[in-house]
């Protein structure tokens, strides 16, 4: 089946302005994450949504940053105002069902480049 | 709320050797441990997991082992081979509740021909 699937795959823009990353989960995963991964760095947590519960919104770095996903389908991912430190791939991951033991199958990530 | 420190930050290792990783997590709540790993330009994908009631977990050259009192995790490669030059993670989350994973900064393993 189709695995997590993610647009644009590079994106380079100017500072200042906005951009929108979008993921594809695996039909019928009801958890979805997103993540920010900088050059030669960890994975930053951003976001998590689970189902219809309020989305937990903890790892988000600044009120430029925001997130929607519709029911159990597709998530966007805004970024305002792009700034130079915005440069990173993010990451979007899904998990069939609630819980950690889940493993994440991830997406193959949005190359974001601020100049 | 959770943190989760990795060490070494890079290692290189000759073919057949082995190779460990160390992870320390603060939230004595975790109870679910995987490890992921992300070859160069590729997604990271799950290689291993631990639940806190096991202390150690074996799938061929990979094992995994748990010191839940002094809240750490390793993981060791036996037998290197070059095709386990990645990046690995580790991550710390719950097992059965909805909740976010936090994942360690990463570890660059190297292995030398």
């Known amino acids: 089946g189709a695995g997590v699937s993610q647009s644009p795959s590079n994106k380079v823009t100017e500072k200042g302005k906005d951009v929108e990353l979008r993921c594809d989960p695996i039909s019928g995963h009801t958890a979805l994450y997103w993540y920010r991964q900088r050059l030669g760095q960890g994975l930053e947590f951003l976001i998590y949504?689970?189902?219809?519960?309020?989305?937990?919104k903890s790892g988000l770095p600044s009120d430029r940053f925001s997130a929607e996903r519709t029911g159990e389908s597709v998530s966007t991912l805004t970024i305002q105002r792009t700034q130079q430190e915005d440069s990173a791939v993010y990451l979007c991951?899904?998990?069939?069902?609630?819980?950690?033991?889940?493993?994440?199958?991830f997406g193959p990530g949005t190359r974001l480049t601020v100049l | 709320g959770e943190n989760v420190e990795q060490h070494p930050s890079t290692l290189s290792v000759q073919e057949g050797d082995s190779a460990v990783i160390k992870c320390t997590y603060s939230?004595?709540?975790?109870?679910?441990f995987p490890w992921y790993k992300q070859e160069l330009g590729k997604r990271p994908q799950l290689i291993i997991d631990i639940r806190s009631n096991v202390g150690e977990k074996k799938d061929q050259r990979i094992a995994v082992t748990l010191n839940k009192t002094a809240k750490h995790f390793s993981l060791h490669i036996t037998e290197t081979q070059p095709e386990d030059s990645a990046v690995y993670f580790c991550a710390a989350s719950l097992y059965s509740s909805a909740s976010k994973i936090i994942f360690g900064s990463g570890t660059r393993l190297s292995i030398r021909p």
């Open positions: 939230d004595s709540a975790s109870n679910y």
């Open positions: 949504f689970q189902g219809n519960s309020a989305p937990d």
């Open positions: 991951a899904s998990t069939r069902l609630a819980g950690g033991r889940n493993p994440q199958y």
